[in-house]
């Protein structure tokens, strides 16, 4: 009997361990169902073996420790393995969910507030659940979610009752729910931005909301349409971004660096600024230190460095010696100047 425990108990030990080797991203699709299909078998051999040693048992007999204690680990690996598979195909589920989970729904995508920032976060929302949903009919259950229980009163009056596909639901979110911005307005803004008294990062700030406000504008809510206006118009922000900066030096290095990305842009005129003035510091240190200037009579004296020819008799004025000394003195340092 206790031979017969120990083999089923290898058998399941022999799961787990194949389950665990193989990683999570091979524990889907059919070898998940496979192995959890031989845990079962395993386990009703298990429960038929248990009823049999039962029932030998006479009333006033107890159970023998080492059984007791095989079935108690053999309980606990199968509930390891169900656990192993359970979680591996809900992870697979949240990746392409084969049902439209109303919890998630209700977690993901807020009630519209009517603010611009909101109604943003609310149509990202509904395109990212879109994209993890696989069946038409939980495409179905998401358009009607939305236009049933997210939307706001004056929303419900701009949009139509029923929508064919999430993609026609977002555009049209995108066309009548966000305001109209002219993109005449934004290109001339962006045509005569200058840092003036801002700082890089808020004068990078503003130009980036520009290019953005601007490719939306243009797009006018179609999505094919992001993908080609935005890298031409990142090219026009990262130019009026070099032209627009109160550094002319700086202006021309970020220019002639040719970069692809308004933010790459930013970070480097950012860093450039910052190494400047670092290199501005050291330099007005080296101005401060004294050096040595040395009389007719051989006798070294420190003074500060003397750059203007009217700071010469105050510099004089400064050094207590002999009238001899002080005459010879200045004349080589008028020398020197």
Known sequence: MAITLQ??????????????????????????????SEANIVHEQFECWLNTYKSKLRKDDDDDPVVHSFCKQFLTLFNEIVDLCQSDKNSEDFVTM???????????????????????????????????????????????????????????????????????????MRKELLPRKSATAISSKLEHIKQN???ISDFGNQLSE????????????????????????????????ADGLRDRRLSTIIAARNFS??????????????????????????????????????????????????DIGSAVNNIEVSPQENK??????????
Request: with cysteine; proline share 2%; net charge negative.
């Open 7 to 36: 083999s089923l108990y290898n058998e399941l030990k022999e799961i787990r361990t194949y389950l665990i080797k193989i990683g999570p991203k091979r524990r889907q699709g059919h070898i998940l169902e496979s192995k959890l």
């Open 261 to 310: 990305t308004l933010k790459d842009a930013i970070q480097a005129a950012m860093d450039e600024e910052v190494t400047t003035a670092s290199g501005s510091g050291e330099i007005m240190e080296d101005k401060d230190e004294v050096f040595e200037e040395i009389s007719e009579d051989g006798i070294s004296r420190s003074r500060p460095e003397v750059h203007r020819r009217e």
């Open 98 to 172: 084969s049902t439209f989970d109303l919890k998630t729904a209700l977690n993901l995508l807020p009630c519209m507030t009517d603010t611009e920032a909101n109604t943003k976060q609310l149509i990202d929302n509904i395109e990212y659940y879109n994209s993890l949903l696989d069946k038409d009919v939980c495409k179905k259950n998401l358009i009607n979610f939305v236009l049933k229980s997210r939307l706001s009163q004056a929303a419900k009056l701009r949009l139509n009752s029923s929508y064919a596909s999430v993609d026609d639901l977002i555009t049209d």
């Open 328 to 337: 010879g003195y200045v004349n080589n340092l008028m020398l020197t100047l």
């Open 210 to 241: 520009l290019f953005v406000d601007l490719t939306i504008s243009q797009a006018n809510g179609k999505s094919e349409n992001y993908s080609i206006l935005k890298p031409l118009n990142e090219n026009i922000a990262i130019k009026k971004f």
């Open 197 to 199: 008294d801002l700082s």
